[in-house]
């Protein structure tokens, strides 16, 4: 009797353990998966306000772009974008940046041109995607849209973050 008691409860062990494991996976694959889709649409709310916060400008305003020393954003526009809490570049119609946000600026060389990259094939469309820049930022989601609407000085921006801030690992799977 016992070691029919012993079959029955290792077997029952072992299928538990895979029922863990299949769950486990399972909610895994799909955390990640709904974690990229709440980024993709904080990146898009970002981009919104910013956009909207442009147009709504130079409708006040007029022209948003001082030309003098180099064409960059008037500082009363500038200040506001200071304020996003991830990466956003405001450029011109040629792909000249006008603007950035306070977190950009630290950036280096080589990965500030990483994440601009996107802005040169935006052709009046929005694109997304995930790029991998020079460390120590790794993998980053953006978010680039044009701006037609808030005067000649302005062109597209856009709005990156680092992956990691939504990517869910093993680690918060046991949590």
Do not use: C
């Not at 990259?117 to 989601?141: E, F, N, W």
């Amino acid at each position: 009797m016992s070691s029919i008691r012993r079959r029955l409860a290792v077997w029952y062990a072992v299928a538990l353990g895979v029922t863990v494991l299949a769950f486990g996976t399972a909610l895994y694959f799909e955390r990640q998966q709904s974690s990229q889709h709440e980024l993709d649409r904080r990146l898009a709310i970002e981009a919104d306000a910013a956009k909207r916060w442009l147009e709504e400008s130079y409708r006040v305003l007029g022209r948003l772009v001082t030309e003098t020393p180099s064409p960059s954003l008037d500082p009363g526009t500038g200040a506001y974008l200071e304020a996003f809490r991830d990466f956003l570049i405001v450029s011109d119609a040629a792909g000249n940046v006008v603007g950035l946000s306070g977190v950009t600026r630290p950036l280096s060389a080589a990965a500030f041109e990483q994440i601009t990259a996107p802005l040169d094939s935006l052709r009046g469309r929005k694109i997304s995607g995930t790029l991998t820049v020079a460390p120590p930022l790794g993998s980053v989601r953006y978010l680039a849209i044009p701006v037609d609407s808030a005067g000649p000085g302005i062109g597209a921006l856009l709005v990156a973050t680092p992956t990691e801030e939504a990517s869910y690992g093993p680690t918060a799977l046991l949590r």
